[in-house]
């Protein structure tokens, strides 16, 4: 401030003096008047100049370097303008932090103001209702989504609760369904959240019927059991009548007998850890044991008819070439010797069942029924390895299956890191194979010591 005084103080001297130089006392006035006006110039014109740069919206970068007072005023500016740029960069920053958190988010997440006008969504929200980030911005909710589910809980303005909605890719096909509730924030803001929930609808929808299934299934040779005990212990029977009926009540004791079996496995199977690299079952002793049981169940279903099943495994040096597979034993010959005795059961009395091994080129193995039974419609496939699943339930109970036995296949075939491929045409028969990675596959000839292994758990 002294340092700016005293120019001032030199400028008003210096006019003072110039002026009685050349005019003597009327000079001296003017010289005192023309200074005053040339520091009141000065003084405006670097005043402009600050006003000029705050009026460029105050760049930090492009401040004017002035001395004195404005020179103190413009530092003093430029470094609050520098914390503002520091603070507004670091709230982009957490802003952008944040919205890539909620983009990431494996839920949908809608932002709509007051007027419920979307104002941002992620892209999983996108998908789940086929909405567009920058094309629906400020679009009204309830216009873009016509659910009418979905207009009453908007109007009722009851978010306590969700409603579920059909997603937007859902069909008959692919079933898709949503779970989205608003949550009221802010000054009459509300964020909408959508999640997908066909998986846990599906495993609920599983879980019902499995019950419903076990409950049937158990239910109806109990009811037999206790229509023929009552008939034992009421009615006075012949010796041959007795032994009928005490004959069918042992089938019906050995098929829940059965079907607590392969549920217990099924269980077993869902709750232990995958088998390990260590044990190798020679492939020539599953399929040895595949085909005697494979052609013992089909002695039992020809017998008394002219034609019987032509069945086709491989030769003994074929299986001995064939190598060894990585896993457990009991839960290979399962799950091959369900495959070969659906195959033996569904094929009519002269029909052929053909079963191969393969060798891949990548290093794996494929194991393959073919048969010539009714085949399977294309509406079936999908469904063929659910729980108590079957085409013709009649049928399949007169063949002595359970529904359980390809459930039982799917789980082993995952468990040892495999696939299961199912190709079926209507009236021409199906095949059913596993294909198992390199990693599980030796090529090398086993030596088959004639272990006997497990039998498989009935389907």
């Known amino acids: 401030m002294l340092w700016r005084f005293a120019i001032y103080l030199g400028v008003q001297l210096l006019g003072m003096a110039a002026g009685w130089w050349l005019a003597g006392a009327w000079g001296l006035a003017a010289g005192v008047v023309l200074a005053s006006w040339l520091c009141w110039a000065w003084e405006t014109w670097v005043g402009l100049s600050v006003l000029r740069w705050l009026r460029q919206e105050g760049d930090a970068a492009r401040a004017p370097v002035l001395r004195g007072l404005w020179g103190e005023a413009c530092d003093r500016m430029r470094r609050q303008l520098r914390q503002r740029d520091q603070q507004v960069a670091a709230s982009d920053a957490r802003l952008q932090e944040f919205l890539a958190a ?12 007051a007027q419920g006008h979307i104002e941002w969504c992620n892209q999983t929200a996108a998908q789940h209702f086929g909405l567009d980030g920058v094309r629906d911005r400020m679009q009204s ?13 908007l109007a009722a303005a009851d978010y306590t609760h969700d409603v579920q909605l059909p997603g937007r890719e859902n069909h008959s096909a692919h079933p898709v369904m949503l779970s989205v509730q608003l949550h009221p924030y802010g000054d009459g803001r509300r964020l909408m959240l959508s999640r997908d929930i066909t998986a846990l609808e599906q495993a609920e929808a599983m879980r019902r019927d499995f019950v419903a299934n ?13 229509g023929f005990v009552e008939t034992l212990q009421t009615l006075p029977l012949q010796e041959n009548e007795r032994a009928r009926y005490l004959g069918l009540m042992g089938q019906q004791a050995a098929r829940m007998q059965h079907l607590v079996q ?6 077993r199977l869902e709750g232990s850890p995958p088998p390990g690299m260590g044990d190798w079952v020679p492939v020539a002793t599953l399929l040895r044991h595949c085909e005697d049981e494979a052609r013992a169940l089909s002695a039992m279903l020809t017998r008394g008819q002219a034609r019987p099943h032509q069945i086709g495994f491989p030769t003994p040096e074929q299986a001995q070439a064939a190598g060894q597979l990585a896993g457990m034993a009991a ?10 005795g659906n195959a033996v059961r569904y094929t009519p009395a002269g029909g052929s069942i053909s079963v191969t091994w393969q060798p891949l080129a990548d290093g794996g193995a494929r194991f393959a029924v073919r048969d010539t039974g009714p085949g399977l419609a294309p509406e079936h496939l999908p ?12 049928r399949s109970r007169d063949t002595g299956g359970t529904g359980l036995g390809l459930a039982i296949v799917k789980h082993v075939v995952q468990r040892h890191g495999a696939t299961l491929e199912i190709s079926s045409v209507p009236g021409q028969g199906s095949v059913f194979a596993v294909r198992f990675p390199p990693a599980r596959v030796r090529a090398e000839a086993p030596q088959v010591n004639g272990a006997a292994l497990p039998r498989a758990a009935a389907g």
């Open 331 to 340: 839960e290979l010959q399962s799950a091959l010797a369900n495959l070969v």
């Open 262 to 267: 392969d549920l217990l496995t099924l269980s």
């Open 141 to 153: 909710i309830g216009n873009l989504l016509r659910d009418p589910a979905f207009s009453s809980y």
């Open 214 to 226: 076990v409950s049937h299934e158990i239910r109806t040779p109990l009811t037999v059991l206790v």
């Open 383 to 394: 469904r063929i390895t659910e729980r108590f699943y079957r085409v013709d339930r009649s």
């Open 102 to 113: 909620l983009q990431a988010s494996p839920n949908g997440v809608i932002l709509l103001d």
